[in-house]
């Protein structure tokens, strides 16, 4: 599968190279593609992947993924061309923290909208899931944690997209996602990362994630 990731930072590098070992072809879209960090991080990754523009990601992915900061999605968005989104599988892990000072971040949308809901609404021609927003980056491809394998969290419009989604999550390492049904419930995993952030801060690691335990 041809894949564009939209966002070059720690997310969007960490996807990349997840897609790429198991034999996607990627590219990374991002607003410096010569930025020479990028090009050392490129030597070293595995696999079939390039960097260029927002609109060369976007071109070139049968399946998206929007992997930038919240706050600078619907610019990226933009960047790439609304209609590059058309007829694909958008997979959102963005979220929509808001930092003030040195506090902790709270979120600049929620309770009656996210902003996985914002982007399906920019983006009505494209299939939609929120899906990896609610930990670390590290642990997007390599799930397994020393007290067993987290729980990740889906939400999107449209079913044949989700499960497009669960056959790449399971590449990566993941069980069987949990479905929260539409994209509205991108509300309730958004709300998560800033407790999430808050937990990790309490227990001094980043490297922890949700695990629903069964009866």
């Given at each position: 599968m041809k894949v564009g990731i939209l966002g070059s930072g720690q997310v969007g590098q960490t996807l990349a190279a997840g897609f790429a070992v198991n034999g996607h072809d990627v590219m990374?879209?991002?607003?410096?593609?010569?930025?020479?960090?990028?090009?050392?991080?490129?030597r070293t990754t595995d696999g079939t992947v390039a960097v260029g523009t927002f609109a060369d990601a976007a071109a070139h992915g049968d399946l998206l993924v929007l992997?930038?900061?919240?706050?600078?999605?619907?610019?990226?968005?933009g960047a790439a061309?609304?209609?590059?989104?058309?007829?694909?599988?958008?997979?959102?892990?963005?979220?929509?923290?808001?930092f003030k000072g040195g506090?902790?971040?709270g979120l600049f949308v929620g309770l009656t909208d996210s902003l996985g809901e914002r982007?399906?609404?920019?983006?009505?021609?494209?299939k939609v899931v929120k899906a990896l927003n609610t930990m670390n980056a590290s642990t997007m491809t390599r799930p397994e944690m020393r007290d067993g394998l987290p729980d990740v969290l889906v939400a999107g419009n449209d079913a044949?997209?989700?499960?497009?989604?669960?056959?790449?999550l399971k590449e990566f390492g993941w069980s069987?996602?949990?479905?929260?049904?539409?994209i509205e419930a991108a509300r309730w995993t958004e709300a998560w990362v800033p407790l999430w952030m808050r937990i990790a801060d309490d227990l001094g690691s980043w490297k922890v994630a949700l695990r629903i335990l069964r009866e």
């Amino acid at each position: 599968m041809k894949v564009g990731i939209l966002g070059s930072g720690q997310v969007g590098q960490t996807l990349a190279a997840g897609f790429a070992v198991n034999g996607h072809d990627v590219m990374v879209g991002t607003g410096h593609p010569s930025k020479p960090e990028l090009k050392r991080w490129l030597r070293t990754t595995d696999g079939t992947v390039a960097v260029g523009t927002f609109a060369d990601a976007a071109a070139h992915g049968d399946l998206l993924v929007l992997a930038c900061a919240g706050a600078a999605a619907m610019d990226v968005i933009g960047a790439a061309g609304d209609g590059a989104f058309d007829g694909k599988v958008l997979i959102d892990v963005t979220n929509p923290l808001e930092f003030k000072g040195g506090e902790m971040p709270g979120l600049f949308v929620g309770l009656t909208d996210s902003l996985g809901e914002r982007v399906q609404r920019r983006l009505p021609r494209a299939k939609v899931v929120k899906a990896l927003n609610t930990m670390n980056a590290s642990t997007m491809t390599r799930p397994e944690m020393r007290d067993g394998l987290p729980d990740v969290l889906v939400a999107g419009n449209d079913a044949a997209a989700k499960r497009t989604v669960a056959r790449l999550l399971k590449e990566f390492g993941w069980s069987k996602p949990i479905d929260l049904g539409g994209i509205e419930a991108a509300r309730w995993t958004e709300a998560w990362v800033p407790l999430w952030m808050r937990i990790a801060d309490d227990l001094g690691s980043w490297k922890v994630a949700l695990r629903i335990l069964r009866e």
